[in-house]
């Protein structure tokens, strides 16, 4: 069992930036993949970023691809996601998930993902 909470959302002008971080509870932090997801209203959860068990591999969707960066501190079981260049697109509550490392394992997909905090908020607007 993992147990995450996020922290770091808040309010911001288009053009700023945020940095979440993720807290896990677990003995085996780097037995699991590592991802942040978002929701907005209306919408479905997307994947927005992951990181694999010891940060060697990252994915990200396109539409945060030069603005967002994932890092992870397996040493404090922490999970971060800066994001910088915010836009107002980018204004949901966004989520860290935790997955056991295994084949066929689709990093960016939410269905994927045993483990999921409780979400911090993003807002974006002048």
């Known amino acids: 069992q993992v147990q995450l909470v996020e922290s770091g959302g808040g309010s911001v002008q288009p053009g700023g930036s945020l940095r979440l971080s993720c807290a896990a509870s677990?003995?085996?932090?780097?037995?699991?993949?590592m991802a942040w997801f978002r929701q907005a209203p209306g919408k479905e959860r997307e994947g927005v970023a992951a990181?694999?068990?010891?940060?060697?591999?990252?994915d990200y969707a396109d539409s945060v691809k030069g603005r967002f960066t994932i890092s992870r501190d397996n040493a404090k079981n922490m999970l971060y996601l800066q994001m910088d260049s915010l836009k107002p697109d980018d204004t949901a509550a966004y989520y860290c998930?935790?997955?056991?490392?295994?084949?066929?394992?689709?990093?960016?997909?939410?269905?994927?993902?045993?483990?999921w905090g409780q979400g911090t908020q993003v807002t974006v607007s002048s």
């Open positions: 990181i694999s068990l010891v940060g060697t591999i990252k």
């Open positions: 677990t003995d085996t932090y780097k037995d699991y993949w």
């Open positions: 998930a935790a997955a056991p490392s295994r084949v066929g394992l689709r990093v960016l997909v939410p269905h994927d993902y045993n483990f």
